[in-house]
């Protein structure tokens, strides 16, 4: 049987021709595009300015990703949500909804696990599952946006998995999120977040867009690093660091730094010095986050006192730098813990022949 076409992945120009080769006209394809995108339905028995036969054939040849709600956890506390989705093939992802006062944000997941394995983080705990298409990262927001019956104004690609080793899908993704026939959010409103593969980063850079890219730096040194990161085995931070700023020189797009601080590994004054040191007069950003503890791994939380003095050393050396609002505390850790919960769950149930 022929593969059917994700038709939700293609841009308006692939989709036109798509739409020629059924022999339609070429005017179809935007018709189409704005169903997709715009109105985000999720069957072509939607698509009511089309003819019967167009749909028919479209059903036939194509499927319409959409993604199906498993769960959604809503915080009392700020009104965060957390979502979990199954793919057509059955695995599961997670997204997440903050609401800000400039608006509302999705956290998309970016591969079905990952196979960065970085010591603290519960989504590479089971490696990586796959990748997603850019459907199933678009999927994420339409779903969202529709449930909660507002418009998402941004995005942070900082869920599961590891954008740039997903690299030609994102790009595909940042391009039909973007587009002025979809939501059409602004690239400068769209934040990557990278483990530090550098050959990529270079590639991103010389795309020129203008979206945000967050690096997890979570050590001033390659020693530390290393502990927690093992793709500082591949690339020690110096490298890392120069494709930092050949970013910034090409995109003028200031970087943004994360570094999730860890009780004994990371947190200490000399550590700040240190970082400090590194960062230099770079014009940036450090997001400095409590690390959410998750129960396969014995890391503990900095307490409060250090993540200030931790703040404060850096402020004096004239770093702009924050400390991430936890959204969502009671409703979930960290992110890929509901998804890998939900696995667990499941995996219990199968093994009791439920
Ligand atoms: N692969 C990308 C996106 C991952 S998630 C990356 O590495 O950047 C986004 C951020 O959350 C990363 O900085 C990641 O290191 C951090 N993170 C993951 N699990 C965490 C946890 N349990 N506590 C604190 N930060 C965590």
């Not at 935007?30 to 995108?37: A, D, F, T």
């Not at 009511?48 to 809503?74: G, P």
Request: charged share 30%.
């Amino acid at each position: 049987m022929k593969e059917k076409i994700d038709i939700k992945s293609l841009d308006l120009d692939e989709l036109q021709r798509f739409v020629e080769s059924m022999g339609e006209k070429k005017f179809r394809a935007k018709q189409i595009y704005e169903w997709m995108h715009q109105k985000l339905v999720t069957d072509f028995s939607e698509m009511t300015n089309l003819s019967k036969n167009i749909r028919e054939k479209l059903n036939q040849s194509c499927e319409l990703t959409a993604l199906e709600t498993v769960d959604v956890k809503i915080s009392k506390l700020d009104g965060t949500r957390k979502y979990l989705f199954a793919l057509s093939d059955g695995n599961v992802i997670e997204s997440v909804l903050m609401k800000y006062k400039h608006g509302n944000s999705v956290c998309i997941s970016s591969q079905v696990g990952c196979r960065m394995g970085c010591r603290f983080c519960a989504s590479t705990l089971d490696g990586l599952e796959r990748n997603l298409a850019p459907s199933e990262m678009l999927d994420q927001i339409y779903r969202i946006q529709q449930d909660i019956g507002e418009r998402v104004s941004n995005v942070v690609v900082m869920g599961s998995g590891e954008p740039l080793d997903n690299f030609d899908n994102l790009l595909k993704f940042i391009e039909l999120i973007t587009h002025e026939d979809g939501l059409q959010i602004s690239q400068r409103n769209i934040t990557v977040s990278t483990c530090g593969i550098v050959p990529n980063m270079y590639q991103l850079a010389d795309r020129k867009l203008q979206i945000t890219l967050a690096l997890s730096l979570h050590a001033p040194n390659d020693e530390v690093r290393k502990t927690l990161m093992p793709i500082a085995n591949a690339f020690p931070l110096c490298d890392v660091m120069k494709a930092c700023d050949y970013y910034f020189e090409k995109t003028g797009r200031r970087m943004t730094f994360e570094y999730s601080l860890v009780s004994g590994v990371n947190d200490n004054e000399e550590e700040a010095k240190a970082l400090s040191a590194l960062i230099g007069h770079r014009n940036c950003h450090i997001n400095l986050i409590p690390v959410n503890p998750i129960k396969e791994r014995d890391f503990v939380q900095s307490d409060k006192e250090n993540i200030v003095n931790f703040k404060k050393l850096l402020e004096k050396n004239g770093i702009n730098v924050t400390i991430r609002r936890e959204m969502g505390r009671d409703i979930d850790g960290a992110c890929g813990q509901l998804r890998k919960r939900y696995l667990d769950r499941k995996g219990d149930e199968q093994r009791a022949g439920m």
